[in-house]
């Protein structure tokens, strides 16, 4: 889907333009909620909150990442080590999201009802 999206739309824009507002009226990109109400599904506290705490379960506490750290020569390794795992999580995600996004953006018409 990746290189469906640049060489098939050929423009991030487009896709972007597809995904913020589709004939349904479905706004599939929501990034400015900064609702404080707990009820909304995706909102800016709601993913903040639940990504700390799923962060934290991850890497904070859960034992085998505990002993992997331990395993390091130095504290200085296994905060690199700590480092560059976020840096491929960050990219994992958004390959992840752009992905998402492009699979709506070929499929965003089709209605199977029809």
Sequence with gaps: ???FSFFRINLIVILLKINYRTIFCIFCINCFSFEIDPTVRHSWLSILTGGIFTQIALYAVNQTQIQR???????????????????LVCMISVLTSFSGLAI???YYNCDPIK
């Design 104 to 106: 709506f953006s070929k």
């Design 1 to 3: 889907m990746f290189m």
């Design 69 to 87: 750290f331990l395993t390091m020569k130095t504290y200085k390794t296994a905060l690199k080590s700590l480092w560059w795992s976020l840096l």
